[in-house]
């Protein structure tokens, strides 16, 4: 296919991810993205990081298997996760669950750098070599249990999980900022909510609020 095609399967993924926002507007309080995360969606090509066989669903708004009983989450998800963080220049983030780099490279076009853990090694290899072939730069890569963080960079301005824990880890608390925020699922697997976590800046105070119900893989730990 060749690029000015998959440059408008782009637009059109764009395009749903606003319809679908406008759609959530009452749920989600507001009636659009963040212009800066549509742009960023809009640039950054989602069948690079799709296995070769589903490049031809990878504009589709539709989560896609990565391997490893894992998923590449909806575009629509990713924007709506990106966009909660409230990403500035300046930002560091943290990310737990690499996957296959879709994410990744998305939060790498909008913060300063990026900090990403994947749990599964062949996961964590392919991502990164498909973060090199895209020039993403400002990303840090590592195989780990992310329940636990990567406190020798903490605090973290922004943190990102990909799957879902039962509760949020306490370590991730601990290594977010003052005045950060951080965006994950959370729940049993039948009964998971996206979660919008901030701490107050003064007080170090957290505040949780229930964004929508989700359904995302679990959190698995390293001994798991």
């Known amino acids: 296919m060749s690029d000015p095609s998959l440059a408008a399967l782009r637009q059109n993924m764009v395009a749903g991810i606003v319809a679908h926002t406008i759609f ?6 507001k009636a659009s993205l963040d212009r800066r995360v549509l742009a960023v969606m809009g640039r950054v090509p989602r069948h690079e990081f799709v296995r070769l066989e589903l490049q031809a669903f ?5 989560p ?15 924007a ?10 300046s930002d560091r983030v943290l990310e737990v669950g690499t996957g296959l780099g879709y994410q990744t490279a998305v939060l790498a076009g909008l913060a300063r750098h990026v900090y990403s853990i994947e749990l599964i090694e062949e996961l964590a290899v392919d991502a990164r070599q498909r973060l090199a072939r895209q020039a ?4 840090d890569l590592r195989i780990g249990d992310g329940r636990a963080g990567w406190p020798e ?11 879902a824990p039962d509760l949020i880890p306490v370590a991730l608390i601990e290594q977010l900022a003052p005045g ?17 976590v901030e701490k107050d800046a003064r007080h170090h105070t957290i505040a949780t609020r229930e964004i929508l119900p989700v359904r995302f893989s679990v959190l698995e730990e390293a001994d798991a």
């Open 136 to 139: 993403c730069n400002n990303i």
């Open 153 to 163: 960079h903490a605090p973290f301005d922004k943190i990102i999980v990909t799957a």
């Open 24 to 29: 959530l507007t009452g749920r989600l309080g």
């Open 64 to 78: 896609l298997p990565s391997g490893y009983g894992k998923t590449i989450s909806q575009p629509f998800i990713v």
């Open 80 to 89: 709506l996760m990106t966009d909660l963080l409230d990403l500035q220049g």
């Open 58 to 62: 990878a504009y589709e708004d539709t």
């Open 180 to 196: 950060g925020k951080m965006v994950l699922p959370a729940g049993l697997p039948d009964d998971q909510q996206l979660l919008l």
